[in-house]
């Protein structure tokens, strides 16, 4: 028998809960704690892009602490094999048969720690597992865990020794985040809240998987009106004909800002979607599935991108109707 979604209020104030023990660790970055939990409540795929040091690993393992669940990490390295993620088939002398012995994607978090620095064809592994949720290893597919979430983080394409994600791959991920420098308070108060033991040891679960699971249904009862999804519609079409962008939003981008506005609606103590919960997460959710065109901006950057979308999303009017709940 499955378990009834958790009421929106009880919701609330457990996703408060674990971003408030969230920041704990990561001082004065809230708004990219709370991204990262709509992401992981809407059964998406987060990406931390940052310089090194600045806390993406740490926000990674922090967030998963609070969920009692199954967590891996995989340090990606150019060295690191496909094999090394989905698992291999070894053979048993004693059956004399192959056997599949699971990789670290075999979690219901896994933490991809500076993904871009394995190869291509390392980076493809991951693939099939965040779209499918599925390995397939010689012949056979193997369902993964219920949850599935992929943390991954990643150094800025600048910093040697990093190759660029493919645009399929970086398409799986519901939305990209940056940490960015703390301001001098915050840093201060990291020195000495990190001066004996590490912050992190003290991070308690707040739900076990199977009350994340009732989260996670929250999320998805969420209502969307037809008004609010022609507003985000509106809003990919835009970006597929801008001259800005020589590659716009994929549908499946569409999908996912849907499932991320509705976990920040219920985050919000609402049962319905606001246009203000789309704009709030239409540059997380899509600037990093976009491709800018050379001309804009003089290259091909990401801050270009999120200034584009910033600016398709302030051009596109809300739909009459988009405003009101059911």
Known sequence: MTAAPLPVPEFTRLGSEIVDRIETVIDGKRDAVQVALMVVLAQGHLLIEDVPGVGKTMLARALART??????RIQFTPDLLPSD?????????????FEFKPGPVFAN????DEINRASPKTQSALLESMA???VTVDGHTYELDNPFTVVATQNPIEMEGTYALPEAQRDRFMARISMGYPDAKAEAAMLRARED?????DVAPVVDTAGFLRMVDTV???????AVEQYMVAIAQATRSDSDLRLGASPRATLQLMAAAKARAALEGREFVLPDDVNALARPVLSHRVVVAARANGALTQAGADEVIGRIVDSV???LG???NR
């Open 67 to 72: 969920i009692d669940c199954s967590v891996s």
């Open 85 to 97: 993620i989905t698992g291999v088939s070894v053979y048993n002398q004693a059956t004399q048969e």
């Open 109 to 112: 978090i896994v933490i991809g």
């Open 132 to 134: 499918e949720r599925q």
């Open 197 to 201: 033991h590490s912050p992190l040891d």
């Open 220 to 226: 998805r009862g969420v209502f969307v009106s037809p």
């Open 317 to 319: 009017p809300v739909p």
């Open 322 to 324: 988009a405003v009101e």
